[in-house]
């Protein structure tokens, strides 16, 4: 595998979405390269980074009641 490579599939390979020949060509190149080493590992803290940002945070149960409250006398006026 190729550096040029190695900078298309980076994601796929964090994703273990790689073929298993593909995947092992992978580690076998950033075992080589540093330089591709260092890029998977940004690229893989820049995803954790990410995913915990984006994870959704539960609301509190009381605001969920009264949502739930709400949209029941919401909807029994509409009838």
Not at 66 to 71: E, G, K, N
Request: contains cysteine.
């Amino acid at each position: 595998m190729l550096c040029n490579d190695v900078k298309r599939v980076v994601y796929f390979f964090l994703d273990g979405s790689l073929a298993e020949p593909r995947q092992q060509d992978f580690s076998a190149h950033i075992r080589l390269c540093p330089d591709c080493e260092a890029r998977t590992k940004i690229h893989q803290r820049l995803r954790v980074f990410i995913i915990k940002r984006l994870r959704p945070d539960s609301a509190p149960e009381r605001l969920k009641q009264r949502l739930v409250r709400t949209f029941r006398a919401m909807s029994g006026s509409w009838a």
